[in-house]
Antibody
Framework: QVQLVESGGGVVQPGRSLRLSCAASGFSFSNYGMHWVRQAPGKGLEWVAF????????NYADSVKGRFTISRDKFNNTLHLQMNSLRAEDTAMYYCAREKYGIEYWGQGTLVTVSS | QSVLTQPPSVSAAPGQKVTISCSGSSSNIGINYVSWYQQLPGTAPKLLIY???KRPSGIPERFSGSKSGTSATLGITGLQTGDEADYYC????????????FGGGTKLTVL
């Protein structure tokens, strides 16, 4: 079955960088677009970024544009999110998710805390 | 402030019906499919409705979706205590560049 397992979260100081990963299994990774979605503690869902199935198209929320980069590794079936210049407001649970009919499958998330 | 507007909360008694609205605009709901997500406390969101009114395998018929113009609605009949959760609508916005939007979320309380 479809499995998405995020990793790479943790506590990081403001201004530093962090790289999240999402291991995909149970489906043909190269056939699907992928998203990152985050949720700050006690808040609603916020879309972060999308990458098309072949990696040729990438879209970002205004709140992360220029700081975050989404990428994918078709050989290792892995989605990445490189997060630079982190801010306190980036503190959230980060979910990776598969796109088909909307955002279809979700991982369990990895927690990122930006704090000094 | 979300571009897609949902009521912050709704409530109803067990066995009753509830609807949750999601209001957008011509660049998002007006021209794109809407999906709905259920997030139980402490868990990841789950897809409930896609393409405005379709249910993924395993989602009960008690859950339904509809769309008219720039608004969409999620309906839940035969409410159960296990339906207490946050519900979010979502869709693409293709005004300038393609962005995915979520509504602000609606907390459902089953009294």
């Amino acid at each position: 079955q479809v499995q998405l397992v995020e990793s790479g979260g943790g506590v990081v100081q403001p201004g530093r960088s962090l790289r999240l990963s999402c291991a995909a299994s149970g489906f043909s990774f190269s056939n699907y677009g992928m998203h990152w979605v985050r949720q700050a503690p006690g808040k609603g869902l916020e879309w972060v970024a999308f990458i098309s199935n072949d990696g040729s198209n990438k879209n970002y929320a205004d709140s992360v544009k220029g700081r975050f980069t989404i990428s994918r590794d078709k050989f290792n079936n892995t989605l990445h999110l490189q997060m630079n210049s982190l801010r306190a407001e980036d503190t959230a649970m980060y979910y990776c998710a598969r796109e088909k009919y909307g955002i279809e499958y979700w991982g369990q998330g990895t927690l990122v805390t930006v704090s000094s | 402030q979300s571009v897609l507007t949902q009521p912050p909360s709704v409530s109803a008694a067990p066995g009753q019906k509830v609807t949750i609205s999601c209001s957008g605009s011509s660049s998002n709901i007006g021209i794109n499919y809407v999906s709905w997500y259920q997030q139980l406390p402490g868990t990841a969101p789950k897809l409930l409705i896609y393409d405005n009114n379709k249910r993924p395998s395993g989602i009960p018929e008690r859950f339904s979706g509809s769309k008219s113009g720039t608004s969409a609605t999620l309906g839940i009949t035969g409410l159960q205590t296990g339906d207490e959760a946050d519900y979010y609508c979502g869709t693409w916005d293709t005004s300038l560049s393609a962005l995915w939007l979520f509504g602000g979320g609606t907390k459902l309380t089953v009294l």
